[in-house]
């Protein structure tokens, strides 16, 4: 089965700062790995994703990440963070053909912006 | 319009009490998912929905039963509520079934069982 592990439960940066949030997954095939933010009090809402081809992918808010097969990760980066990225960031891995694995969370990062 | 939304947004009840969560979506999805999230931010996906049939079902108690009268919706039922159920409980949609498909997530319900 599918897991995935984000080793940081929280982070500090300072507003303006870069980030960088860890993610590492196991799975036997390619995954297809996603990046989520989730905001005090509400649900979560897709920041990138990777299913193949250009190994870094954009996403929004200013997010990038990079697929690295080698050391199975899919870390979240962004050059500059504002006040406004303090939140909840889910890293998941979903089975490439569906099926009873599903969508796997890793445990979350918590980020805490300094000013 | 809001794309998926779930009603109620708090839930409190008692020990015992039977209550349900209504998941509705506007995007024309074909699958619809209800994820529980616990104390610790962990979710876990619990039910999902394709073309109202269920394609996966985790090792939830029976107690929760998912229905979906239609495409747009998936309601959740809980019986016999516990202590433990007390989460936040997301609804989720997405196009195919296929979870390499983008999920988008409702606001959330938070559930507490006293």
């Known amino acids: 089965a599918q897991s995935v592990t984000q080793p940081d439960i929280h982070i500090t940066v300072s507003e303006g700062a870069s980030l960088e949030l860890r993610c590492n997954y196991s799975?036997?095939?390619?995954?297809?790995l996603f990046w989520y933010v989730q905001s005090p009090g509400q649900g979560l809402q897709l920041l990138l994703k990777?299913?193949?081809?250009?190994?870094l992918v954009q996403g929004i808010k200013g997010f990038e990440a990079e697929f690295k097969r080698s050391q199975s990760s899919f870390n979240l980066r962004k050059p500059s963070v504002h006040w406004s990225d303090a939140a909840e960031y889910f890293c998941?891995?979903?089975?490439?053909?569906?099926?009873?694995?599903?969508?796997?969370f890793g445990k979350g990062t918590h980020l805490i912006i300094q000013p | 319009d809001t794309a998926v939304s779930q009603t109620p947004k708090y839930l409190v009840t008692q020990m015992g009490n039977d209550k349900s969560i209504k998941c509705e979506q506007n995007l024309g999805h074909d699958t619809m998912y209800w994820y529980k999230q616990d104390s610790k931010k962990f979710l876990k996906i619990m039910f999902s929905y394709n073309n109202k049939e269920l394609i996966i079902n985790e090792t939830v108690p029976n107690r929760f039963s998912p229905k979906s009268p239609d495409k747009a919706h998936l309601n959740l039922h809980i019986n016999s509520l516990e202590l433990g159920d007390s989460a936040v409980y997301f609804c989720?949609?997405?196009?195919?079934?296929?979870?390499?498909?983008?999920?988008?997530f409702g606001p959330g319900t938070r559930l507490l069982v006293l």
């Open positions: 990777y299913f193949s081809g250009d190994t």
């Open positions: 998941a891995v979903g089975a490439a053909g569906g099926g009873a694995d599903g969508l796997t």
């Open positions: 799975y036997g095939a390619t995954p297809y």
């Open positions: 989720a949609s997405s196009k195919g079934a296929q979870f390499a498909e983008t999920q988008y």
